[in-house]
């Protein structure tokens, strides 16, 4: 077991849908992971790298996309571009160069030092590391996937999707779970292609072993006027596990699973605004 190593995840946005990216009432720059000496930069948005920039993080090795929609992958190009011998691991949508809807160019997949198209159920074993990547399957309007990160420490990342039967026995043993959730409590979606505050409490509950903190982020200007704090309350009153409503640029000690109080991050931010 890795021991004396900093995990930290970063949220470089927590909004999510075309109206809120367009206004930017929250960013939607995705996350930035470290993990056993592992960078990730996962479904960055519009504004990622500027916000990756400002907060001065470690540079990534790695990047993950769970699909093609604009607010999770628009600065994909400029990662690659800086990264060096960089790893992707995408939803296949994203690495086949497409017309219609294109995400990653054909120079930027050249640049790779290797590509994963995935399309969930796969299971990969991250080069010079410890870390197990398991591919999870999504039911979303495009083709999705999310991710179980397995190192020194578990984080499932849902992505985004509605709830389907038995989805959450692919996120059994994390530490921590992501979701992306944009249907408040007691509304429904036409559509069904969004994970919803109900269906979060039956994914939560269907574990054998829930995780040890749940964040929600990616919201709608819905889940905004709904007060995510209190949508947070009711996920965690209905399923007994500590549940976060994320902040933009806000950080989790990996090994603690406590917010971080990091002051250069702060003043770093401070000449921005």
């Not at 509950?205 to 040890?212: A, I, Q, R, S, V």
């Not at 699973?257 to 991050?265: C, P, S, T």
Request: glycine letters at 6%.
């Amino acid at each position: 077991m890795i021991k004396n190593i900093e995990n930290i995840l970063t949220f470089l946005g927590t909004g999510g849908g075309g109206s809120v990216v367009y206004s930017q009432a929250r960013a939607s720059g995705g996350m930035h992971l470290v993990l056993d000496d592992k960078v990730f930069i996962i479904d960055p948005g519009p504004g990622s790298i500027v916000w990756f920039r400002k907060m001065k993080l470690k540079e990534p090795n790695i990047l993950l996309l769970s699909h093609l929609h604009q607010d999770h992958c628009t600065d994909a190009n400029v990662y690659i571009d800086g990264m060096k011998d960089p790893i992707i691991i995408a939803e296949r949508h994203c690495v086949e160069v497409s017309e219609y809807y294109p995400c990653i160019s054909k120079y930027h997949i050249e640049k790779a030092r290797m590509v994963y198209k995935v399309s969930g159920g796969e299971e990969i074993n991250v080069p010079d590391s410890n870390i197990k990547i398991f591919v999870t399957k999504s039911n979303h309007y495009a083709p999705t996937v999310g991710f179980k990160i397995v190192g020194s420490k578990t984080i499932g990342y849902v992505s985004d999707g509605s709830y389907f039967e038995n989805m959450e026995k692919q996120f059994e043993e994390c530490n921590l779970i992501i979701m992306n959730i944009l249907v408040p409590y007691g509304k429904k979606e036409k559509e069904k292609k969004h994970m919803s505050i109900e269906g979060a409490i039956k994914f939560i509950n269907g574990l054998n072993k829930k995780p040890e903190l749940l964040v929600i982020q990616h919201f709608s200007f819905w889940m905004l006027r709904n007060n995510v704090y209190k949508q947070a309350r009711i996920l965690e009153e209905n399923t007994n596990v500590k549940t976060i409503a994320a902040k933009d640029f806000m950080q989790i000690d990996l090994n603690s699973l406590k917010i971080m109080e990091n002051k250069k991050i702060k003043n770093s931010l401070s000449d921005f605004f």
